[in-house]
């Protein structure tokens, strides 16, 4: 899949994570912000040229976003 591609589910998550947020649905709100942010990470794998795992880890993605991108990697490595 193409990093537009990615991008715009993200865009779509995100805009049901902020309907679902204003109905309540707390629950829904939640899931589709964890979809956005999975798919935001693997977009930005994707648009390095690099391979994505099937995983919904977002721990994982990181790590592997951050063995992309040096600053990335320096702001992990401050967090732990």
């Known amino acids: ?3 537009r591609k ?3 589910k993200v865009e779509k ?3 049901l994570a902020k309907h679902s947020l204003e109905l ?3 629950d829904f709100a939640s899931f589709h912000a964890q979809q ?3 798919k935001a990470l693997k977009a930005f794998l994707v ?3 690099r391979p994505i795992k ?6 994982e993605l990181i790590i592997l976003c951050s063995g992309v991108d040096s600053e990335l ?4 490595q401050r967090r732990h």
């Open 1 to 3: 899949m193409s990093f």
């Open 6 to 8: 990615w991008l715009s």
């Open 13 to 15: 998550n995100l805009e």
């Open 24 to 26: 309540g649905y707390y």
């Open 36 to 38: 956005c942010a999975e």
């Open 47 to 49: 648009a390095r040229g």
């Open 54 to 59: 099937r995983t919904h880890d977002i721990g």
């Open 73 to 76: 990697q320096e702001t992990v």
